[in-house]
């Protein structure tokens, strides 16, 4: 049972446009939800996040978007950079709920061309 | 801060072998983890612990076993390696708060044949 859902295993941008990444969630009990990124032959690191009280939260060039009614996360990359190559994992946990496990989906690769 | 280490980097185990993969932070979090990664999949929870003396299973903990003896140590055991085992495996911390991220560490990448 997949409860969060990554379903594009991969998206090609070219450099300087946007970077859409989306994920979908089937918990409701989940209310903080984390974007990761991880480079080959490293583990994931922290990208941005955001907790169900809030449906957008940025910084610099990333911004996460959350819509609760729809059970729906993206990230956007604004402009994107051959460096934001990567995958990315969306997460999410229930704090309300204890809090101490955190889902993971599948992942995106992301590929930006220059 | 080193921050989260893992050792080893790579291993390759023959079937029914043992092994320790270890995991340590020095960031005084209250909550670690192990992953596994195994290609095309996200990241799956095998164990975590809340705090020294502390663990519970994740959502894949057959083959595994773990201790908590300090705050900082985190080792996962595999007693007999099965080629289903092949995989990468993260260990990860965090503080025991709310609303905050995990730190991973590099990975193990092992192999079982």
């Known amino acids: 049972d997949q409860q969060v859902k990554q379903n594009s295993p991969s998206l090609s941008v070219q450099e300087g446009r946007i970077s859409i990444l989306n994920c979908d969630y089937t918990?409701?009990?989940?209310?903080?939800f984390l974007w990761y990124k991880k480079y080959p032959a490293e583990g994931p690191t922290f990208l941005i996040s955001?907790?169900?009280?809030?449906d957008k939260n940025e910084d610099g060039r990333f911004t996460v978007f959350l819509n609760k009614s729809a059970k729906h996360l993206s990230l956007h990359i604004v402009p994107s950079q051959p460096g934001d190559s990567a995958v990315y994992f969306c997460?999410?946990?229930?704090?309300?709920?204890?809090?101490?496990?955190?889902?993971f989906g599948a992942g995106t690769r992301l590929f930006v061309k220059a | 801060n080193a921050g989260v280490t893992q050792t080893p980097k790579f291993r390759i185990l023959k079937i029914g072998q043992s092994m320790t993969l270890q995991c340590t932070q020095d960031?005084?979090?209250?909550?670690m983890y192990w992953y596994r990664q195994d290609p095309g999949m996200g990241l799956k929870l095998i164990y975590y612990?809340?705090?020294?003396?502390?663990?519970d299973k994740g959502e894949v903990p057959n083959g595994y076993n773990v201790s908590r003896s300090t705050t900082e140590d985190f080792p996962l055991r595999l007693e007999l390696a099965a080629p289903s085992q092949t995989s990468v495996y993260f260990c990860?911390?965090?503080?025991?708060?709310?609303?905050?991220?995990?730190?991973f560490g590099p990975g193990t990448r092992l192999t079982v044949l």
């Open positions: 990860a911390s965090r503080e025991g708060t709310d609303y905050n991220e995990q730190f």
């Open positions: 918990n409701s009990m989940f209310d903080y």
């Open positions: 955001i907790s169900s009280i809030k």
């Open positions: 997460a999410a946990r229930g704090e309300n709920t204890g809090g101490f496990k955190t889902i």
């Open positions: 960031m005084n979090h209250n909550y």
């Open positions: 612990s809340v705090g020294a003396g502390i663990t």
